[in-house]
């Protein structure tokens, strides 16, 4: 058995004897539905933009029609996008625990609803989500449809400027997902990390909590991540691959 063959197996063990499962999704989970990571958004007319900078409350007060530009391209890349199979193995995973009377959380730091499109139910989102803006007088939200905003930056009906619903760094995150994050990893026994470079707290450290509670912890990441080392198993894979595998292995279903 290769080393790769052992990973999966234990992998598969642990998610078969799981009674709740929590899974951290990170961008690359969405790479491969065509939507380009946080840092490799800036790319043809982004290029000469620091996405780090772009992101913040700053930038928004300083040149609100630069940074709702921004945000509405990216909006409409991640409306045309479509789930991929490793969005839908963690609906399938999550449907074979609740068969089983078991529990599924899914904490994501992506913002494109690609999870909620492939069926996922129990989803919260820790960066919020671009598809939603928020009126910056009354702090009403809205879902424009899916076309381009004809004026930027765009106002809303009650005259505010609008802004992506999204948590720009120097924010805080959204207490209700952090609630949950908390007490899903409190009482998983199961943890599994897909997508993500584990650079951004609190997220980065969810691997040591669901760990100080006794649970099994995966990375699923083509790539090694600062935090792989923290993993009792870490499948180096694209997560369309690996996660219909898992699902496959340990639920019996497709994708
Ligand atoms: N399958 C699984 N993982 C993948 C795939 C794939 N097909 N393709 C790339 N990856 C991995 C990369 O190896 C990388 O580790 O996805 C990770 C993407 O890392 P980031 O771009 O840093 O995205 P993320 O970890 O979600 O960033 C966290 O930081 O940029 C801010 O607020 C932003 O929510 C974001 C947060």
Redesign the pocket.
């Known amino acids: 058995m290769t080393p790769a063959e052992r990973d999966m197996e234990r992998a598969t063990r642990m998610l078969a004897r799981a009674k709740h499962v929590v899974v951290l999704t ?4 969405s ?2 539905s065509g939507i380009r ?3 490799d958004t800036m790319r043809g007319l982004w290029k000469d933009f620091d996405p780090a900078t772009l992101a913040t409350p700053e930038a928004f007060a300083r040149d609100p029609e630069v940074v709702t530009r921004w945000y509405d391209h990216r909006r409409l890349g991640c409306l045309a996008a479509e789930p991929n199979a490793g969005h839908t193995a963690l609906v399938a995973i999550e449907r074979g625990l609740i068969r089983r009377g078991g529990r599924f959380t899914l904490l994501t ?1 992506n913002v494109d609803r690609l999870h909620h499109r492939a069926g996922s139910a129990n989803v919260h989102e820790l ?1 919020g989500t671009i598809v939603v803006w928020r009126c910056t007088a009354t702090g009403n939200e809205l879902e424009p449809p899916p076309s381009p905003f004809r004026e930027f930056p765009p106002r809303s009906a009650w005259g505010g400027l609008l802004r992506p619903a999204v948590v720009w760094f120097g924010e805080m995150l959204p207490i209700p997902a952090l609630d949950a994050a908390a007490r899903a990893l409190r009482t998983c026994d199961c943890f599994m990390s ?4 584990s ?2 707290y609190p997220a980065a450290g969810f691997v040591d909590l669901a760990a100080a509670s006794g649970s099994g912890t995966i990375e ?4 090694e ?1 600062p935090a792989s080392g923290r993993f009792d198993v870490s499948i180096r894979a ?3 691959a690996a996660l219909p595998e898992l699902a496959a292995r340990a639920f019996g279903t497709g994708t």
């Open positions: 990170g961008a690359g989970i790479a491969e990571t946080f840092r730091q960066h897909v997508g993500t470079s650079a951004v699923v990441n083509p790539q991540t694209r997560a369309g």
